[in-house]
């Protein structure tokens, strides 16, 4: 379940280590599709592909430029929504009116994943999403569930803040390469060209001036990325970095319960803490006793848990602070 390359080679560049592959988020045989699946079961069909994509020009070229005859299905999904129209601009295709209004609703009626009034463009018959290869920042980075629960969420948040302002700032830079090849005299004036949808010289050759935009990001390097997204990106770089660092860095020497802030308790000992749809099991003798964690040190508090019969290991420790059933106290 890598992200679409260059992608995951640049996270693991920037973090030092491989990526997290979040299996509890089974997509094969989805997760939240399960009849108990907390805060309400998944719309068979849609699932979380409720939502109709941005697809930053480089993405469009490089869909149009893949022959491999298992993604022809999906590649169709995207040159019916070129052919449209929509939303197209030389930045690429943009989410626009009705389903930018859909998508709103959606979200403010909470039925994302539940309905299916709105479903994904290049969400295909049998389930597969067809430009999965090619998907953007925001597909890339959502997960129902985490291994590392809230750790892991805000790393995966932090990534998807990341990988779409690289596709908005390189989005402009391999548009102004291709439309100005001379160089922009003005690139301000030039990039409210692109966004005005003056394709110049492509007008009719939509198509072609997307596979163009590919190949111009195909030689662009991670360093040369952070180059064209300045400072802003760099920023967000070093986020992605820290975040990385906090899912396996030290645990807090004080932990104190969280309990008033938990989204709930489901049958199973399962604790909804950081998220109202990611569970975490806490045996139940703990679950009783986790009041100990008053913000006191841990291996006191654990000493003491230990005297009363309730054995801790590092492991459920760690799953405990991850998901935030116990979180970071003061002192
Ligand atoms: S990420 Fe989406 S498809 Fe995958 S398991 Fe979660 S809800 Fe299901
Ligand atoms: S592009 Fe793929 S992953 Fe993203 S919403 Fe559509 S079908 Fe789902």
């Given amino acids: 379940m890598g992200l679409p390359s260059p992608y995951e080679d640049w996270l693991v560049a920037i973090t030092g280590a491989p990526l997290p592959r979040e299996e509890r988020a089974t997509c094969h045989d989805c997760a939240m599709c399960a009849p108990d699946a907390p805060g309400g079961t998944f719309h068979p069909v849609t699932r979380c592909c409720t939502y109709v994509p941005r697809i930053p020009n480089f993405m469009l070229g490089r869909i149009l430029a893949d022959t491999d005859p298992a993604a022809e299905e999906g ?100 548009a102004r390469r291709v439309r100005y090849p001379a160089g922009a005299t003005d690139e301000q004036a030039a990039d409210e060209a692109l966004f005005n949808c003056d394709w110049g010289p492509w007008i009719g050759r939509e198509e072609d001036f997307f596979l ?80 100990a964690f008053d913000g006191r040190r841990v291996p006191e508090v654990l000493a003491e848990l230990a005297e009363g019969g309730i054995e801790v290991d590092a492991d459920l420790l760690r799953a405990l602070r991850a998901f935030e059933v116990l979180v970071p106290a003061e002192g």
């Fill in 75 to 174: 590649r169709a999904t995207v040159l019916r929504r070129l052919a449209s129209g929509h939303g197209l601009s030389p930045l690429g295709l943009e989410v626009v009116g009705a389903d930018q209004a859909a998508y709103e609703k959606v979200i403010e009626e909470q039925s994302f994943g539940r309905s299916d009034e709105l479903r994904c463009p290049h969400h295909l018959s049998d389930g597969r999403c067809g430009i999965w290869k090619h998907r953007n920042g925001i597909c890339a980075t959502w997960f129902c569930r985490h291994e590392d629960g809230a750790l892991g969420e805000r790393f995966w948040e932090a990534t998807q803040r990341m990988l779409t302002e690289v596709e908005r700032a390189v989005g402009y830079w391999v």
């Fill in 212 to 291: 163009a935009c590919a190949r111009e990001f195909e030689a662009l390097s991670w360093a040369r990325v952070r180059q064209i997204g300045q400072r802003h990106l760099q920023t967000l770089a070093r986020t992605v970095a820290d975040r990385a660092a906090e899912r396996t860095g030290p645990l807090p020497v004080r932990l104190r319960s969280n309990r008033a802030d938990w989204h709930g308790t489901l049958p199973g000992d399962r604790v909804l803490a950081y998220s109202a749809i990611d569970p975490l099991v806490v045996p139940a003798d703990l679950l009783e006793a986790l009041e």
